[in-house]
């Protein structure tokens, strides 16, 4: 059985940044160092800070005056970072900018006074944060649109001052469809200068399309709470193609794989490399060849710490 390797699989510049902020700031501060949400959707990468100090909380209530606290990748909204600074809170804020250009769309929109419409799953983190940014007080409404079926029950003041934004870690296509639902129904529809989705999402669901017109079986390693290892599995369904999402080795099964010519490997972009070798490390065990990587579009994108960060690293101790 061949093994292919997705390329490019695993960690994003977001997901880079936002655990060097949590390891720096255990570096600095030392623990506790409390982290709103987990910091990344990945259980390895959460239980590995967890045990470096890090505490993860839902809600701001559950930390001390006067502490520290990052929030995750995924954003928070206005009334979150309201709440810390009036608690007098230390923030470093880990949201990826990718999630920041979201929110500043949606806060244009807002002060522009339009509806906005946003494409995602209720619930993700990431989507309550972006709701969180709309201030409605120039009149307009926020609408979350899950899927092409919701696009006809949406009421909106003003077609033609329409906006809409998306969660960044969707699927492409499923999103390209909804699109078009809407342009369809609203013509005049505003869209974001450049698409929401994020360049990695994109590029790792690119390379799994790719990956799948050579792999009988796709196997992504991820955490079931990440949407973007979500939707890189759910690329395997379009094709009718077994696939499955898994944390690691241990929930692999060898019936998996009984007579498959060949099986493609990704992980999503929370995922830490480690777990990908591990898992070629099963699949050789169960008869597969030495992997091959399969050319993909290359990543050079690099996120800098925040400021404050950055400057409390270069004070001396």
């Not at 990431?126 to 307009?140: H, I, K, L, P, Y």
């Amino acid at each position: 059985m061949k093994i292919l390797l997705a390329n490019p699989r695993g960690f994003c510049a977001g997901v880079d940044r936002a655990i060097d902020i949590v390891e720096r700031a255990l570096e600095l501060f030392g623990a506790p160092i409390h982290v709103r949400h987990e910091v990344v959707h990945n259980t390895h990468v959460v239980e590995r800070l967890r045990a470096l100090g890090a505490v993860f909380i839902e809600e701001l209530a559950e930390v001390p005056n006067g502490a520290t606290v990052i929030f995750s990748a995924h954003g928070v909204s206005t009334a979150v970072e309201e709440e810390a600074r009036v608690r007098n809170l230390t923030v470093f804020n880990a949201t990826c900018p990718l999630v920041t250009k979201v929110h500043m769309e949606v806060q244009r929109y807002a002060q522009e006074g339009r509806d906005v419409i946003l494409i995602g799953h209720a619930g993700h983190p990431e989507v309550e944060g972006t709701m969180g940014r709309f201030d409605a007080r120039a009149g307009g409404r926020m609408h979350l649109i899950q899927g092409v079926a919701d696009v006809a029950h949406v009421t909106v003041r003003d077609p033609q001052r329409l906006a809409f934004v998306t969660q960044t870690t969707l699927s492409v296509d499923d999103t390209a469809e909804i699109v078009e639902a809407l342009r369809a129904r609203f013509p005049t529809l505003t869209a974001p200068a450049r698409e929401d989705i994020c360049y990695a999402t994109q590029n790792r669901q690119d390379a799994v399309k790719k990956l799948l017109e050579e792999c009988d079986v796709l196997v992504v390693v991820g955490s079931r709470a990440s949407s973007n290892s979500n939707r890189l599995r759910e690329l395997a369904d379009r094709v009718g193609i077994p696939g499955y999402l898994v944390d690691g080795p241990p929930e692999m099964k060898a019936e998996w794989f009984k007579g498959k010519r060949s099986v493609g490997v990704t992980a999503g972009a929370s995922a830490p490399e480690l777990l990908v070798r591990q898992v070629v490390e099963q699949l050789r065990e169960w008869g597969g060849e030495a992997p091959a990587e399969v050319a993909g579009r290359p990543e050079h994108v690099v996120f800098t710490l925040p400021r404050e960060l950055r400057r409390a690293s270069e004070k001396p101790v």
